[in-house]
Nanobody, 117 residues
């Protein structure tokens, strides 16, 4: 079993930055071999992938955040980060951390990010 706890959300002005963190606990061996990702869900919209990183460090980003967001992971701390720069109101959403291995998925409880115009 893996538990994920997000932190770092909040209210920020247009053009500002935030860094989200996702701390994983449970089976460390499994965590270090899992792909990790950040998803977001805005009101009235479906949950969408923001960024993901494989156990080997390969990354993938949604087109809407390329060049602005950076995902990284620290396996020694069992933590994945999402650095978000140049935020705009369209980035407002609840951000969820995800860990997956094959068909198994784990989700955090989410952290709210609100970008004011």
């Amino acid at each position: 079993q893996v538990q994920l706890v997000e932190s770092g959300g909040g209210l920020v002005q247009h053009g500002g930055s935030l860094r989200l963190s996702c701390a994983a606990s449970g089976s460390i061996f499994i965590i270090n071999h899992m792909g990790m990702g950040w998803y977001r869900q805005a009101p009235g919209k479906q949950r969408e992938l923001v960024a993901e990183i494989t156990s080997g460090g390969r990354t993938n980003y949604a087109d809407s955040v390329k060049g602005r967001f950076t995902i990284s992971r620290d396996n020694a701390k069992n933590t994945v980060y999402l650095q978000m720069n140049s935020l705009n109101p369209e980035d407002t959403a609840v951000y969820y951390c995800n860990a997956r291995m094959g068909p198994v998925n784990y989700w955090g409880q989410g952290t709210q990010v609100t970008v004011s115009s």
